[in-house]
């Protein structure tokens, strides 16, 4: 097992949770989002997806820069995992009137999608460069 790979795909997803927790909480505290608990509408559905994909792309961005090689497979991984946890997020909260439904199986189908750009993304901006572990 390599530590720096593991780390990598860490560092991605701990991104992605922190800085999504931090988003929902502000815009809970400013009001914009209802009270927990509560449905959103499609358009609240919207931002939420809107914030989710940025923050997805930019924590692969992340995971591909810290791999210590192969960025592009790192970030696959970390979406992969994405995928799982948003499947586990659709079964779950199916039936409990949250809000849209195609908002937990946007998640889903983009998981895997915003992975790969965020590592496209970075290796579009490193040519020539060397790992950050070399």
Do not use: E
Not at 52 to 75: E, N, Q
Not at 82 to 98: K, P
């Amino acid at each position: 097992m390599n530590w720096r790979s593991v780390w990598a795909i860490l560092a991605g997803i701990l991104v992605g949770v922190v800085v999504t927790t931090l988003v929902d909480v502000a815009l809970h505290a400013a009001g914009v989002y209802p009270p927990l608990q509560q449905p959103i509408d499609d358009k609240l559905a919207l931002l939420a997806t809107s914030y989710r994909v940025v923050i997805g792309i930019a924590g692969a961005w992340l995971t591909a820069r810290l791999a210590p090689r192969d960025p592009m497979k790192h970030a696959l991984v970390l979406g992969a995992l994405g995928f799982v946890a948003a499947l586990v997020g659709v079964i779950v909260t199916w039936n409990l009137g949250l809000g849209p439904r195609w908002y937990p199986i946007a998640l889903v189908v983009l998981a895997l999608p915003q992975s790969w750009l965020g590592a496209r993304l970075f290796q579009l901006g490193s040519v020539g460069r060397t790992s950050v572990w070399s």
